[in-house]
């Protein structure tokens, strides 16, 4: 079972923030935080990972509560294009398996 | 720049024929690869995973079978499809001790 929980489905409108949350009240101390999306009939695109800090980078941002038990994935201005279902999971890094839930469907709407 | 190629991108085959889905990765060696099957509203499962030629582990008994006879080339194989090998199947390949990048996937259809 996945490790993680994430609403199924939201709806964000064009330009605005888009804002996806993820609980992982199990998380270990050395497990990251990845989050990756799904264009529907295409592979998962890796969009960031952290451990504790938040992050940044050209796609998105990954706020981190202080307790770790959970993250918000944050597109700061939507578009159409950013429809995809979003991945949160916890991962030890050296860990071969990455262990999929079924992630939250965003609809980003004109 | 590493690159990940997954064929065909579409299957339909009868049920009881054998199967071949072949997957290479260009511009990196000795990576560690995976196979992963998504069926219909569900999350990604791990099948396989080889850490380096002739390495194979499986994580899930089924009617399927792996092998990496080339250091970038992993292989996905049946010898007799199931209704249930329907499925999307998608091939990855870590790229740092975070990352993965997945090939665009092969929608297989069991009939």
């Known amino acids: 079972d996945a490790k993680t929980t994430q609403p199924p489905s939201m709806d964000c409108a064009e330009g605005r923030a888009a804002n996806l949350p993820c609980n992982h009240s199990t998380i270990s101390g050395n497990e990251y935080v990845y989050w990756y999306r799904q264009i529907h009939s295409q592979g998962p695109q890796y969009i960031i990972h952290g451990l504790k800090n938040n992050e940044t980078n050209e796609m998105a941002s990954l706020i981190i509560t202080e307790d770790r038990k959970s993250s918000t994935l944050i597109l700061p201005h939507a578009t159409l294009r950013d429809t995809a279902v979003y991945y949160c999971?916890?991962?030890?890094?050296?860990?071969?398996?990455?262990?999929w839930g079924l992630g939250t469907s965003l609809a980003v709407n004109p | 720049s590493q690159t990940i190629h997954q064929w065909p991108a579409t299957l339909v085959q009868p049920v009881g024929s054998p199967l071949s889905l072949e997957c290479t990765v260009e511009?990196?060696?000795?990576?560690?690869l995976y196979w992963y099957r998504q069926a219909a509203g569900r999350g990604l499962q791990l099948l396989f995973y080889?850490?380096?030629?002739?390495?194979i582990s499986s994580e899930v008994p089924q009617n399927l079978s792996a092998s990496r006879p080339q250091d970038r080339q992993f292989i996905l194989s049946s010898k007799k499809l199931l209704l249930s090998d329907s499925g999307f199947y998608l091939c990855?390949?870590?790229?740092?001790?975070?990352?993965?990048?997945f090939g665009s996937g092969t929608r297989l259809t069991v009939v």
């Open positions: 080889s850490i380096g030629i002739d390495q």
């Open positions: 511009g990196t060696s000795n990576p560690n």
């Open positions: 990855a390949w870590r790229w740092q001790y975070y990352g993965y990048t």
């Open positions: 999971i916890t991962n030890a890094g050296n860990n071969r398996k990455l262990i």
